[in-house]
């Protein structure tokens, strides 16, 4: 019993550390978007081509891109800003498969915590970019949704990718979860969707403009 509460003490010194050198690490990175996408999608994938895109282009905007650093959309998103020399931030996890980390990296960190390193993308983030990916894409998309419709955060764009995609989702969630009354008919207007990069780049360049103008609006957490 000892043994197990000095392991869990020390538990608490490694996510103060992780939390406190990513904070750091990212002080002054400046406006961001988080781009979040399958670690599957190859570099023939059209959305792997879409992602590179996409990057460029809010990097053209004096936009840094975030990533999760590791392969497929995470690699694609990455690439595109880097080659354009933005500011590509990864934010890489350990994990026992999948991840490893994509070289297109200007600011590479590694996370040992999940709750810490989806801190730091909404964090830094102005905006959300969500590719098709798997659960973990599934669960920043809700979880976003989550702090903005319980106010923990101030609204932002969440732009989904791939309307195809994400079609069969969305149907259900309108015939499903708002007559059941697990949502309200303005939780679907939380987020927008996009079928070319330069929409989602349209989308998040207009919210740039309503924050210059109103800079005290601009998203960020709450206490």
Same mark, same amino acid.
């Given at each position: 019993?000892? &043994? ?6 020390? /538990? ?5 550390? !992780? ?13 961001? =978007? ?14 792997? =081509?879409? @992602? /590179? ?7 053209? *905007?004096?936009?840094?891109?975030? #990533? ?14 880097? $080659? ?9 996890? =350990?994990?026992?498969? $999948? ?37 973990? #894409? ?7 949704? #989550?702090?903005? *419709?319980?106010?923990?955060? +101030?609204?932002?764009?969440?732009? %989904? ?5 994400? *079609? ?5 969630? /309108? @015939? !499903?979860? %708002? ?5 309200? &008919?303005? &939780?679907?207007?939380?987020?927008? %969707?996009?079928? #070319?990069? *330069?929409? =989602? @780049? &349209? ?15 601009? +998203? /960020?957490?709450?206490?």
């Amino acid at each position: 019993m000892d &043994d197990l509460k000095t392991s869990e003490a020390w /538990r608490v010194f490694r996510i103060q550390a !992780e939390l406190i050198d990513s904070i750091e690490s990212l002080n002054d990175l400046g406006p961001a =978007v988080s781009i979040f996408g399958g670690a599957r999608f190859g570099e023939g994938s059209p959305y792997y =081509v879409a @992602a /590179r895109e996409t990057a460029t282009l809010l990097c053209k *905007q004096n936009l840094a891109v975030l #990533t999760g650093g590791g392969p497929g959309i995470m690699e694609a998103a990455s690439r595109g800003c880097y $080659e354009a020399g933005g500011v590509s931030v990864g934010l890489n996890i =350990v994990l026992p498969r $999948e991840q490893h980390p994509n070289p297109y990296q200007s600011i590479s960190l590694t996370f040992r915590y999940f709750f810490i390193r989806k801190l730091m993308f909404v964090r830094h983030a102005m905006a959300y970019v969500i590719f098709p990916g798997g659960f973990g #894409t599934m669960d920043e998309f809700f979880e976003s949704l #989550t702090l903005i *419709q319980t106010t923990k955060i +101030r609204r932002f764009p969440i732009v %989904l990718f791939g309307a195809s995609y994400w *079609q069969g989702l969305l149907d259900w969630m /309108r @015939a !499903e979860m %708002l007559p059941h009354g697990c949502i309200a &008919d303005g &939780d679907l207007d939380l987020f927008h %969707l996009a079928e #070319t990069p *330069q929409a =989602v @780049a &349209d989308i998040i360049g207009c919210h740039q403009e309503q924050c210059r103008q109103f800079p005290n609006e601009q +998203r /960020r957490t709450t206490s």
